[in-house]
DNA sequence: GGTGAGCTTCTTTAC
DNA sequence: GAAGCTCACC
């Protein structure tokens, strides 16, 4: 557990801010959580003062079971391990009257701002044109551009009527009482630069920062550490330009200038030992990161075994590939007497798990997907979900338009219309509007008896809501709006309405265990969540993708889908943005301790056609004398038939146990 | 107002 | 090849 010399210079300088450039496998989590040891033990720091913030759910949750277990018998009582986004969210939580927002208020996910930008468009607007003024938006919402400003930087017609729309969107947004997801960095950001009391408040508050993957940081999320961190400068920022992958959502790798400008009694380190690759795969690793210009030039270094040779796939197509992949899971995994957990494959796209989970499931590994929201999208889960949102913020319309019809009521899209209408008229809420008599009134009989039935409901669920706890108050919901009854009936056999009645209990107990905090907090942290941190994975094969896997690592990696056109991805070839894939292919690698294989399809199904593709050009950069290929060439068929027979007897061992 | 057949469109990555 | 959407029908 000792460290190596600047491991230990970046844990112990506290005296003025400092940047680590932490190569992968570098042990930058190890500096980090030993560093919060230190300020706490060492420095005399309080935990409460002190944050960690990371920026996936999972790497916040990795980062908090390791200092946990490095903290044991230390007072860590009040420690912030979380991510921008959800130190963000506690931000407002505390600071709601600040920021104009009402106790309650609701976090838009990406579908309800999705919903709401194609509200705000011209009818018959196309889901490209959405994607498209949404993203403008987002990234002019990140780079903390105010609708004024944003419309004097429009260059083109889509920007202008971007920064149109984004107006508008933050009136309703304001109107429905709900933040979105860019808001929770950019409305901290804004109440911290205005008011010095919130300023010192918080600086107090947070008396340390340690970022993590900061090459990462955004626009708004660099104003948020320099605003919290204040010019004292209590931070340490450890990152990687190697590893910047998320430019696509406005992050910056000229943040990392940016701090010794700010702040120029910056320090910086560097940590170039490699304590986690084999040397094959750490030299695969660096001869395709050279193919990138680079502003930090480092080498990285192991003192490891060579390990073995990296094996690289062929396949027909991804049912193949994915079925030599578990065949070769449960060969290593009898060969080393490997834990299933050891292994992780790792893929560009989530719709990439299909194919794999099947022949996991086949052969019998088990498996554990993660990233993803899966669980979250779940209609039943959304359904419950947009009840508790409209019984915390009676303002909230889109939680209203889902709850109104979950289950059915005879409350159909003309109704919503009207209301709607007659809601915009009076400057309400749709919840708002419908309680309101003189509203019912100009309905037809039938619908506004609906409308009302719906309304009473609300209000006594909500009388009831005051004196139950989250967790107590969905199940109630789900029994008395009737979304059991009705999945019930929809389902054709118990088994199917079992498992849904599952995921709502599922929602239910994690509302138990999140514990305090009343129903509304909670569904706002609930938004932020994603199916990573839902249930520990346990002893079973983890499947994410390349982006969710950064940060971690396991002793077997595959990596599926090497192919151009998905790794590099299509659009990042012809956007000119191959470097970012380049890196990417970089973070797969070096997430690999032991065993490296990378595969690819010659075939893939593309709208529905079939279509030949190209192995990766990034096979070609990797050093051919490290790799070994299999199934490439002539020999491929008889080596597929040695594949099956293997797999079958794999299989059959999985059945009977050896 | 609700439902299902047939049409289109889509495919990145995450909070 | 699936999910969403439109339109005709109950």
Redesign the pocket.
Known sequence: MSLNPAQRAAVEHCDSPLLVLAGAGSGKTRVITQKIQHLIVNRRMPASKIAAIT?????AREMRERAAALLRGVDSEGLTVC????LGLNFLQIEHEAAGLRRGFSIF??DDSGALV?DLMPR?A???DI?AIR?LI?RVKSDGLTPERAAELATSPREREAADIYGQYQKRLAAFNAVD??D?IRLPVHLLDAHEHLREAWRERLRYLLVDEYQDTNGTQYALLKLLAGPRGGFTCVGDDDQS??A??GADTANIERLGQDWPQLRIIKLEQNYRCARRILRAANTIIANNPHLHPKKLWSDHAEGEPIRVFACNDNEQEAERVAAEITFLAHKHKAEWSAFAILF?????SRALEKALQLQRIPYHLS???AFLERAEVKDALSWLRLLANPDDDAAFLRAV?AP?????????ARLGEMANALHLSLGRAAERPDVLGQL?A??AN?LDGFISLVSRLRRAAAMMTAGDLCRKLVQDTGQLAAIRSECKDDALFERRRGNVDELAQWFDAAGKGSSGDLVAQLA???N?DRDSPGNAVRL?????SKGLEFDFVFIVGVEDGLLP????ID?G?IE??RR?MYVGITRARRVLHLSYARHA?????IVRVTPSRFIEELPAAELHFVGRDAEQDAERTQEHAGAAIARLKALFGE
């Open positions: 920026f996936t759910n999972k790497a991510t921008f986004h959800s996910d990406s194609k018959g196309k889901g490209p994607a993203g987002s997801f860019d929770l992958i998320y696509w959502r560009r796209g989530n719709h990439q990233g993803g929201t019809a059915k009521r005879e409350i159909g899209a003309t109704t919503l037809p039938r619908s609906a932020l969540l994603t990573a994410m993708t390349l982006h969710a991805h299509e659009s990042s956007e943005r970012e894939e990417l199904r593309r709208f529905g056609e």
